[in-house]
């Protein structure tokens, strides 16, 4: 798998659940045209000079791995997404190759099992093979799949016995693709985030079991573009001392993920998951309607418009307007990196469970109440120096 | 001067240069009102649950006066500032009373002196006697008049002896109203602090004079509008490893401001002010044309619009434009009573020199290289409970 | 009625439905304001230079009257506009004499009637009595109440038998308010305008009574802020052969229209209405996601903000945005007024059934297909001057 | 010179000032594109449904050549903007071998001559050969060069035989290369259009030449991208009585213009041109700020915001604000295309002197005070259609 020009040995794996889509496929990309020293690590914080360590896994020690549905070969939709501007034709060309490769490491979800366990049972085998076939000291599973409408309750959600029995019985189907990914990512022991807000580990009883298995694990829904900027300028607004009457929001976007959200069911949990942040950092009563529509003609370029309006000092209006226009896949993918890198190191040190530090990543921190993109990256700056420390110490007191 | 429907006695003085201002009109009209119970206290950062603390000096505590060439009465500015839509015309109501004990502290600027060590001579003993008069515990001198042209260079302004022959000499005039108004300050023993981005104490050899004066002081240059923001939206894009590379902003406002900024030479140390937290967030080769335009009919309002464009992941673009709206004088004003009541801490304190933790009320933060307004906000937080801890000790070991 | 400081004679009544309303009270005072000479007349199509006609009638020879379900003092409303914003406060003083006489003509709409024709009757009689309480030459109703969801279909849209056994039996109830007011029009042989998106006079059996009534009339739906500027700005894209590919648009309003169009059912006439002029301008197959948001911090200034990519030359890509911001009312209320005028010269002129030519005031004009509103404006000054040459003739012509 | 895969005879010369620029490399890609139908006839106005004529000479019949001080070869240019995101790459791969039949055409511009009329007579001599070798109906020059400073005014600007004898001196240069090269174009009894706003035919001499030689020629400063805006939104303004206050603008481009524009001397020009529409609209005394930033980063695309303030009803505020973005070579490219096509209508219709109909190409019309888009397009459309059917009238007449 190695190549002669990659002085990396694979040292950990990226499992990506979609991993044809246009962000696994920007990652994937980028993973490889980093490696080969094709483009330079911009936009990615675990590159940047206050976060940085030697602790994490080399860009070049990244092994990609993963899960879809669809069948397009990576370089096929690499050169879809440079026809669209995201990134120069050139640099398809450049990692060709190394997409190739990585096309045998990609592997179909399952069909037509009895059960939703087999199903889970053969996506689990998947990425065992995966780490046992590259040697690899960690796999990180990222769910960067579309947005699922989230399933009605069922009571197995709050009962492991009842869950069991629903996943065993032949014919019954009470997890979403989601969930079932991460059951299987729980069952191979590998470290785990969910870049979507899909319903995933929210179900209590998939969250325990990870908590049980002692995978590291974090979520929710990746901080892209327009939330980022709101997490940015909200706490602005809240230390000035200002009132936030209202923050409306309208999103544009094409690409496969304005079809994927034009879907009144699918884009319900991508709405509530946009606005917590906003709520939690300028206060529930604030008047905050959101769109998110389907432009096709915008193709993967995402433009979203915020307006702000607050009152100041003696009552006086005080009026923001943003307009932010990036290729969402673009954004999201330096993060998916970002967090393998993350994850990577989490499970170096030990750590099992819910990781609140990287709150930064997400518009839905698991584990964490902190939505101020500033005070986010403060804590992941101080986690990751005090694990890559730990886990440096634990390196010399080795034998 | 207390009057009967007021609880607090006069405890802090505030002297403002430019005291007949639309900021300082708006702070002292700000400062009536809230002490009355007319307005809430939106917009101050001291009165956020982060910030308050009791050691502040209650705003129903502070006494107002000031210097000012004008003649304008502070009710007759008041309502013109009411008619461009800033307050509520009923606030000038409520407060006029007030408003109109306030007159018998403003003085006018003296004029025809001999030497300029006379002027300042004669400004300190208005504020002593101000001081006196009202029985203060201490006053902080903010200098809130229109942005000046920088002084042409004199030897002086390194040598304590050559500026003081130059002071004394009949005739010679070498320092800027800004600089004499600080050696005003300096000479009272008050705490000082520039809130514009005239010379005033940036001369080295005022530096040094307040310095062994051990006053408290800070500056420079009001961090209101789209200054905030970008030291707001600049530490978002360097934490995620995006390059900057244009951030080019217009900002439109009439006014009396706008009226002295469509002067060249006052607009220069202005523009130098605004780029400076920029150039230092994300690096000096960032193409940042700026400009400021004077629009009468705009009036209080000034609006500024940004356009940043930035390389992301793998060569993509990303660029966010912000149109920002807001009455300047009433963003001003608030820090305007933020800086009087922290410098009385400090000053409580004993607090003697530059306060680099107020850098986050300035465009050019005297004493720190710390730009990003989070990080600002975060020194100032703890600054606050350390010093107001520091006080509330000595009032407890103090017999 | 007619006041010492008026030199206009009572010559023309305007008649509105909703006369209390935001819209109907800025009409009102205008009005008033105007006839004082207390306004200048800015905002009026029917006073720009290229319009003018003396066949108008005078501004201060325009009557106003209606009818409306509310209470609330002309006055007191007007005084709640300009708190605020809309205008100065000192206008509703300079007006309050004026507003308190119109209150005299104002009647509420009849209750508790048995058949919708009695309701009918009693609306045109209302109608009937004011115009010849004040001698009027003729009568102008405008329908400038909220926007009403659409009725369900009733076979006696269609069928004028239908309708009248409809009408006059008790307890059915098949016409919406819009209709019978408009009813009560014919019935009183005033003229007629829809400014609101209401069913109104589009059902095809009013729409014959109207004709056979020979009254003037016009319609539908007052083009003020965001749709003027997309017929304006729509042509240009046309005329330079660009493809117009997505036209999206936000709207936040607060006020009382943003709470009314809060309700979908109510918004679902007004989408399609605004949506109708783009798609005849740019075509069928541009995607036009719009959206209308009940943000009630903003009062009564509406903010819309619209993003347009087209493909131009060789396929590149050209983006435009704009923000508008503007008080609604007071964009609609001189359309009020000019339409008024041009219907009363319509009247005068003998002019019997739908007026195309006043296409340029309406979001979707009846009778005519052309939206582009340089084409309107172009036709409209046209018909002025062709009308208003013509009442000249008749009036040399008579004895 | 003809290729098999054209079905068009050479028919008329486009001879470009400036032929290796952005713009003319553009426009003469394009013509080739659609030539060869490798590209849609989407951005030319003469190929809109309204405009459309038969006697328009076929996309396919123009030859293209031109001067030019650069070397630069035209596919390697054209390279260069397909990587700059303006056309898609294959449009140079697919006219690769017509750039290079067209460099044939191409001349250096002379340098080196003892007198400027003798440049004069070698850069008419290269427009007469390009005619003779093509065997051209008639040639259309059009001045698509880089803005150039104004020169400093002389008295032969005035009177015919000072320049004479100014030209003929040896050593003595007076006129700028843009009004060396309309003599040039005049001389060769060529049409003529100046796309720029520099000198030109603006000197009045110059101008009395043109009439006297009888070319057909319109000018200045193509009408591409904020300007043409603004001419289509003054009009909406006035016709609703508005009065606009303010209309302030920034324009931030990249590429060669942003450089050439970054030169306080040159934009002077520009921006006089840029404003002349506008206060031809709104007044003289709206307040218009304007400027030109130099952005690197943004490369060929121009984005220009605008703030527009106005007064409406009742003193009640309107604000528009505008983002245009484009690439500004490509929005000029076909209006230069429509102007060979239209100035070669105009000579076969024996139309001699300015043709003040093509007023909606240019920001500054010569001929007209017609400065509304819509106004100037109905002008365009009617002139055209007489035109051609003159043109048409005189075919059949001959014999």
Redesign the interface.
């Known amino acids: 798998m190695n190549t002669s020009d990659t002085p990396h040995a694979p040292e950990v794996g990226a499992w990506f659940i979609g991993a044809r889509g246009s962000l696994a496929t ?1 990652a994937t ?2 993973i490889h ?1 980093l490696a080969l020293g094709a ?1 330079a ?5 675990t ?2 000079d ?1 976060v940085r360590v030697e602790e994490f896994p080399a860009i070049g020690g990244i092994v990609v791995g993963g899960h879809d549905i669809s069948t397009t070969p990576l370089d096929e939709r690499a050169a879809q997404l440079a026809a669209g ?5 050139a ?1 398809v060309e450049a990692t060709r190759g190394r997409l190739r490769e990585t096309e045998e490491n990609l592997r179909p979800v399952p069909t037509l099992t009895t059960t939703q366990q087999e199903e889970i049972d053969l996506l689990a085998a998947d990425i065992i093979d995966f780490r046992d076939r590259h040697d690899l000291r960690e796999v990180v599973v990222i769910d960067v799949s579309s947005t699922e409408p989230l399933p009605p309750y069922h009571p197995c959600f709050d009962d492991d016995d009842l869950l069991q029995t629903a996943l065993t019985t032949p014919g019954v189907r009470v997890l979403p693709p989601s969930s079932r990914a991460a059951l299987a990512a729980i069952a191979a022991g590998a470290a785990y985030a969910a870049f979507t807000p899909s319903a995933s580990l929210t179900l209590a009883v998939l969250r325990e079991r990870a908590d049980r298995a002692g995978i590291a694990y974090a979520g929710q829904d990746g901080k892209t573009g327009e939330t ?2 709101r997490t ?2 909200a ?2 607004f ?6 936030v ?2 923050w ?1 929001g ?1 999103n ?1 976007l094409g690409g496969g993920d304005g079809a994927t959200l034009a879907d009144p069911e699918a884009v319900r949990s991508k709405l509530v998951s946009k606005n917590r942040g906003l709520h939690a950092l300028v206060g529930d009563d604030v ?1 905050a ?1 959101l ?1 998110i ?6 193709g993967d370029v995402k ?1 979203a ?1 915020d ?1 702000v ?1 607050a ?17 969402d896949s ?2 999201a ?2 993060l998916v990196i970002d967090l393998v890198r993350s994850l990577s190191l989490a499970t170096r040190a030990g750590h099992a469970g819910v990781v609140p530090a990287l709150g ?1 990543f997400f518009k839905d921190p698991w584990g964490s109440d902190v939505h ?4 986010q ?2 804590q992941f700056v101080a986690w990751v120096h005090e694990t890559a420390a730990a886990v440096a110490a634990a390196r010399v007191a080795a034998p």
Request: with cysteine; glycine share 10%.
């Open positions: 920007t990309l980028g045209a483009a690590p911009v936009g990615l914080t590159e940047t206050a501007g995201m990134f120069p034709a640099l980022l900027l940015v300028l706490p602005m809240a230390a000035r001392g200002f009132r009457q209202s409306a309208t544009l008047v309607p769109h529509d389907n432009v096709p003609d915008l433009t418009w307006h309006n009152t100041g000092f003696l009552g006086s209006r005080v009026t923001l307007q943003t307009t932010w226009s990036a290729y673009a954004l993918a330096p930064c101020g993109f500033g005070d990256t403060a």
